[in-house]
């Protein structure tokens, strides 16, 4: 079983920040990726941010120089610093991962329980 765990949603003024973190658990022998994404109501889950293993980062233009995506491999958590908010960015944000557990050889994606984030304007 793998288990994620979110955390730092909340509701905040334009331009406010917020942080968000996700720990991984559970019977996890191997991270690949990881990585947020977001789902507003009436349209579909989106890409925000991803981190690999490597390090390169990759993000989605509209949040490009406001958001941060970080990882800490010890803790088998994301984090997701996000400045500058905006009205638009409301949405529920759900983790990620790229994991191999220790029962097979394969990576499959496990997601979280999502966090809501509201930006007021």
């Known amino acids: 079983q793998v288990q994620l765990v979110e955390s730092g949603g909340g509701l905040v003024q334009s331009g406010g920040s917020l942080r968000l973190s996700c720990a991984a658990s559970?019977?996890?022998?191997?991270?690949?990726?990881m990585g947020w994404y977001r789902q507003a109501p009436g349209k579909p889950r989106e890409l925000v941010a991803t981190?690999?293993?490597?390090?390169?980062?990759n993000y989605a233009d509209s949040v490009k120089g406001r958001f941060t995506i970080s990882r800490d491999n010890a803790k088998r958590t994301v984090y997701l610093q996000v400045n500058s908010l905006k009205p638009e960015d409301t949405a529920v944000y759900y983790c990620?991962?790229?994991?191999?557990?220790?029962?097979?050889?394969?990576?499959?994606?496990?997601w979280g329980q999502g966090t809501q984030v509201t930006v007021s304007s």
């Open positions: 990620n991962i790229v994991a191999r557990t220790y029962f097979g050889a394969d990576y499959n994606n496990y």
């Open positions: 559970g019977t996890i022998a191997y991270i690949n990726a």
């Open positions: 981190i690999p293993t490597g390090g390169n980062t």
